[in-house]
């Protein structure tokens, strides 16, 4: 199946990030203050917000694309360097005030998350420097992800833009930004999410979309189909969770690569859970190593 995805192209649209993380052991409380002293012993940095998203794909074995937006300072080229590091394709614009960064504190063997401190600005980005990118490339997307964590990239002149691509558009949502969403193949919120979302649109039911794949962490995924109004639930594993950060863009990442193979929505949101499971177990905003999804997939198919 490896072979499938080599010539897939998938473009990730949406808000990206840089995760840095400081890790420390801990071993007594300041003398200024009741807070613990943390003693860093490593840094490093990874891909985060639709960055997440783009990591996970790219891992499967498919081409990635990246639309998203920087600031012009460290944190923008750090992000340019790490988009370079796994091949993926940069299409990134200086329009930001300055780039999203998430910092968290992590302390002892335990891998506990002490504090999390962010830098970000959400200015909604000139629509006009995307929609120019897009125009100046020819490639044929296989499909495209939304990937909006509500910083400013997606507006309503983007996503029309993306419409005219002919391609089907999955979103990892932001409730605030659901009436942006109108006529795509498919979103896939969580519960707080949905629950958000259902409140926005009472009493209209969300129905612009062909799916709605939601997740229910433990509880597994119910996926929608609003064509003939079905539903399909899909249990999870059980398993012990240390992280939850990234689970949704892993999700939304395999539904994207499954589905550029030509998989059906539930048997993609099968495999999907799968991983999902996986990577809440690592450390981190992880993704799915190519060989584990792989696995997965196969087993998936051989009814394992």
């Not at 125009?135 to 309503?156: F, H, L, P």
């Amino acid at each position: 199946m490896d072979k499938e995805l080599k010539d897939k192209n998938i473009l990730v649209v949406g808000d990206i990030m840089l995760d840095h993380y400081v890790m420390g052991e801990v071993e007594r409380i300041s003398p200024e203050a009741p807070v613990p002293i943390v003693h860093v012993y490593n840094e490093y940095s990874t891909l985060g917000g639709c960055g997440n998203t783009v990591r996970n794909i790219r891992e499967t074995g498919a081409n990635v694309y990246c639309l998203a937006s920087v600031g012009n300072d460290e944190y923008g080229r750090e992000i340019m360097t790490l988009l370079d590091n796994i091949g993926a394709v940069q299409m990134l614009v200086l329009e930001s005030k300055r780039t999203t960064v998430k910092e968290r504190v992590i302390a002892s063997e335990r891998k506990i998350q002490m504090i999390r401190i962010d830098r970000e600005t959400t200015t909604q980005i000139n629509h006009k420097f995307p929609i120019d990118y897009l125009r100046e490339t020819d490639v044929e997307y296989d499909i495209i992800v939304i990937s909006d964590y509500a910083k400013g990239m997606i507006t309503k002149e983007l996503m029309d833009h993306l419409h005219t691509l002919n391609v089907p558009i999955i979103v990892d949502p932001k409730p605030q930004n659901f009436k942006l969403y109108s006529n795509v193949f498919m979103i896939t919120p969580n519960e707080k999410e949905w629950h958000e979302i259902v409140k926005l649109t009472f009493p209209n039911p969300p129905n612009s979309m062909d799916y709605i794949l939601l997740t229910e962490g433990k509880e597994g995924m119910t996926l929608m189909d609003n064509r003939d109004k079905s539903y399909t639930k899909i249990e999870s594993t059980p398993v012990d969770v240390y992280n939850v950060s990234g689970a949704g863009d892993t999700v939304v990442s395999i539904m994207a690569v499954c589905l550029s193979m030509g998989w059906n929505p539930i048997d993609a949101a099968h495999v999907a859970n799968r991983c999902a499971a996986y990577v809440v177990t690592q450390v981190g905003t992880s993704v799915v190593p190519k060989d584990k999804f792989w696995e997965m997939a196969t087993n998936y198919k051989a009814g394992l």
